[in-house]
């Protein structure tokens, strides 16, 4: 096993996506100065209920390069329709190829079971690159990988037909308020989009500070969801007493159709748990 620290690519559907599945996880790995590259496959044009798409395009990449910036990590907005992705060929060569570039030990990215259609796409487009990666003849022009990278499926609470099976559970509580801060980068989905969608737009405050805190709120609701509906791997992992207090976590389940995950592989690359 490699001794160099870990890298990760995050590879979501969305601008947001990443820091909303997967914020604890990113967060402990830049704290440890661990390299992160965060991609949304989508434009991201399609998440509002009043701004044009050419508008929200170069909102929502603005809003993604604020997340970089203030993480410090590499953040890329592709260009694919927003609603209307699909799990091409031509789009799983382009992740073939970055996966080969960026070379990471870890992959995470959307289940295959999930109310999206754009986040069950990139899920296919993975599990389709993983073993690929590896095939010299397929994408010659880029260097094949000699062993492709362990791939985790972001956290979720469907139920069916499959819900996640958590093979690593974090506790992201130390974690929550830099999450926070970087779902507040953007703020068309966080203060404007989603509150719409969920029919609570009313709800959000007009003063900067106290949206900061309603989204707080409403952040730390879905943390402590996931919380609760993996305690008992939570109590598995850590122990009764520790595993039973945990308020917030995320939970991952390793996908089969890439490298599997082994005891000193789990060490490196979800150190939160050793």
């Known amino acids: 096993m490699a001794t160099e620290s870990p890298r990760m690519l995050v590879l979501g559907a969305h601008p947001d996506d990443a820091e909303f599945h997967a914020g604890g996880l ?20 399609a998440g509002h209920h009043e701004r044009s798409g050419e508008e929200l395009i170069a909102i929502r990449a603005q809003e993604a390069a604020a997340v970089g910036q203030l993480i410090g990590a590499d953040y890329e907005v592709w260009e694919y329709l927003d609603g209307g992705l699909q799990p091409t060929l031509e789009v799983r060569h382009r992740v073939i190829r970055e996966i080969r570039t960026y070379a990471p030990d870890l992959v995470l990215t959307h289940r295959l079971n999930d109310y999206h259609p754009d986040h069950r796409a990139v899920g296919q487009l993975v599990q389709d690159a993983s073993y690929l990666v590896t095939v010299p003849l397929v994408e010659p022009n880029t260097t094949p990988l ?10 979720d609470l469907f139920t069916k037909p499959n819900p996640l099976c958590p093979d690593i559970v974090v506790d992201i509580t130390h974690y929550v308020e830099q999450i926070v801060a970087m779902l507040d980068c953007h703020r068309s989905q966080v203060y404007e989009w989603l509150p719409y969608n969920a029919g609570a737009i009313e709800q959000v405050p007009a003063d900067d500070d106290e949206k900061r805190k309603w989204l707080a709120s409403w952040f730390a609701q879905r943390a402590q969801a996931v919380a609760d509906r993996f305690r008992s791997r939570l109590v598995e992992v850590f122990g009764e007493q520790l595993g039973s207090s945990v308020e917030f976590a995320e939970a991952y389940e390793i996908s089969e159709y890439a490298s599997g995950l082994d005891e000193a592989a789990k060490r490196r690359l979800f150190p939160c748990i050793t």
Do not use: C
């Open 26 to 45: 990113i967060s402990l790995y830049r704290e440890r100065g661990y390299a992160v590259k965060i991609i949304s496959i989508t434009n991201g044009g």
């Open 146 to 155: 000699r062993r492709d990278p362990v791939v985790a499926y972001m956290p």
